[in-house]
Nanobody, 124 residues
Framework: QVQLVESGGQLVQAGGSLRLSCAASGRTFGDYAMGWFRQAPGKEREFVAAIAWRGTRTYYTDSVKARFTISRDNIKNTVYLQMNRLKPEDTAIYYC?????????????????WGRGTQVTVSS
């Protein structure tokens, strides 16, 4: 069992930066691949980024490449999402998720555990 708690979301101006954190409970955090997803108002939840269990491989959706960076600290049981050059269209609730398989995927159905999300609002 893994419990995930996101933090770091807030209101920021376009062009600004935020770092989201996702703290995980459980001794086997290092075995899980981790992902970030987001859901904008009136839209379906979508994949943002994922990182393999060792942190050696990452994967991003095209719209955030070169702006967002996913990373993890397996000692602190935490995964991060550094978001730079934010745009109004990045406004959403951001969720982290854990995949027991350890491999990275954008498929939501592959993730076993989800956090409750943190709100990111980017003003123009």
């Amino acid at each position: 069992q893994v419990q995930l708690v996101e933090s770091g979301g807030q209101l920021v101006q376009a062009g600004g930066s935020l770092r989201l954190s996702c703290a995980a409970s459980g001794r086997t955090f290092g075995d899980y691949a981790m992902g970030w997803f987001r859901q904008a108002p009136g839209k379906e939840r979508e994949f943002v980024a994922a990182i393999a269990w060792r942190g050696t491989r990452t994967y991003y959706t095209d719209s955030v490449k070169a702006r967002f960076t996913i990373s993890r600290d397996n000692i602190k049981n935490t995964v991060y999402l550094q978001m730079n050059r934010l745009k109004p269209e990045d406004t959403a609730i951001y969720y982290c998720a854990a995949d027991r398989s350890g491999g990275i995927t954008e498929e939501q159905s592959q993730y076993d555990y989800w956090g409750r999300g943190t709100q990111v609002t980017v003003s123009s």
